[in-house]
């Protein structure tokens, strides 16, 4: 490469000698009221995946639910519980054969359809926009 084409790169000058800035007002440094799940006792910190407990329908994670229901059910050996959406989980049972075939053995409903809960209310509307 020749010196004329060195002298004429694209490449600007850093700014600020090439530090980083960091601002401490920035919104992931501040410090946030996440929910308390009622099953491990951590906070809550990602909401949009959260379910509402039965008992006082406090948002709790996805996977302290899926133990409490693996806990309550009596599963077999080829089954699993899953979420099928809307609040309600499902012991599955996967059948020999050679393509993956299942079947929902039992439904569980887990959260309450008609129920809007308040902390999902708020959610809602960020993810709506």
């Not at 600007?12 to 946030?32: A, D, S, T, V």
Request: proline share 3%.
């Amino acid at each position: 490469m020749s010196e004329e084409n060195r002298d004429n790169s694209t490449e600007q000058p850093k700014k600020n000698g090439g530090k980083r800035r960091r601002y401490r007002n920035n919104r992931r440094y501040q410090k946030k009221d996440y929910p308390v799940c009622p099953y491990c006792g951590n906070s809550v910190k990602d909401i949009y995946t959260a379910i509402a407990s039965e008992e006082d329908e406090a948002p709790a994670h996805f996977d302290c639910i899926i133990k409490q229901l693996e806990k309550r059910e009596t599963l077999e050996k080829d089954e699993k519980i899953v979420y099928l959406g809307r609040g309600s989980f499902g012991i599955v049972k996967t059948r020999n054969g050679g393509s993956m075939k299942f079947f929902v053995r039992k439904r569980i409903q887990y959260e309450k359809e008609e129920k809007k809960f308040e902390w999902r209310k708020k959610i809602s509307n960020r993810i709506k926009k």
